[in-house]
């Protein structure tokens, strides 16, 4: 089945310990990114992928870092997680980037993190 | 960084009313997304529109994308309780391969 998988879809983390949100697809899709979710807010992008190797930032990448090693994993680590990170998190892909007419974006289902 | 201002927030209707949501920016997308987002799920695309002008139907939803590409509409006709959920719309463009979201509108439609 095609999909999206996110790990952990729940965390309960104190201030400053770091940690590592995964996400693998196995589409072989070329694009990834990772929004977090809030009341109100709407998604807000907090970094995107190309392709292996090529990572930018979103519109509220701070306190976040990504890798895109290989192609299929595109984790989300948080060095020093503090309270107001406490969101839902959601991983996507698509087989190319957003601005193309085509692009279908998959989901993840989501992992709720709250720092305490 | 762009922003796109969805309206109502909430909206709690009957069966069978009919709903319009809105999707506004002071910016100007390539294309512009849909989606459905249900409780402990991801959102779902329903539909892309890339033409200034154009509509695209899904049943009983209708999608239109403004003329100059700025906004959109979704319409419900005769709406059940299956549609209900977050409704998104995204825009692409305006620097980089991002994609931004509206604030969403959540839509309960009751029996």
């Known amino acids: 089945e095609a999909q999206v998988t996110q790990n952990p879809r729940y965390l309960i983390t104190v201030t400053g310990k770091k940690l590592t949100v995964t996400c693998s697809q196995n589409?072989?899709?070329?694009?990834m990114s990772w929004y977090r979710q809030d009341p109100g807010l709407g998604l807000r992008q907090i970094y995107y992928?190309?392709?292996?190797?090529?990572?930018d930032k979103g519109d509220v990448p701070e306190g976040y870092k990504v890798s895109r090693k290989e192609k299929r994993n595109f984790p989300l680590i948080l060095e020093s997680p503090s309270p107001n990170q406490t969101s839902l998190y959601f991983c996507?892909?698509?087989?190319?980037?957003?601005?193309?007419?085509?692009?279908?974006?998959?989901f993840g289902a989501g992992s709720r993190l709250t720092v305490l | 960084t762009q922003l796109l201002e969805q309206s109502p927030q909430f909206l709690s209707i009957q069966e069978g009313e009919n709903l319009t949501v809105y999707c506004n920016s002071s910016s100007v997308f390539s294309s512009l997304q849909w989606y459905r987002q249900e409780p402990g799920e991801g959102p779902v695309l329903l539909v892309t529109v890339v033409t200034g002008g154009e509509v695209k139907k899904l049943k009983r939803l209708t999608f239109q994308f403004g003329d100059a590409r700025k906004d959109s509409s979704l319409h419900i006709t005769a709406a059940q309780p299956g549609d209900t959920g977050l409704y998104l719309c995204?825009?692409?463009?305006?620097?980089?391969?991002?994609?931004?979201f509206g604030t969403g509108t959540q839509l309960k439609v009751e029996l």
């Open positions: 995204a825009g692409a463009g305006g620097g980089g391969n991002k994609l931004t």
């Open positions: 589409m072989n899709h070329e694009y």
């Open positions: 992928s190309m392709n292996v190797e090529v990572t």
């Open positions: 996507a892909s698509s087989r190319q980037g957003v601005l193309s007419g085509a692009n279908v974006l998959t």
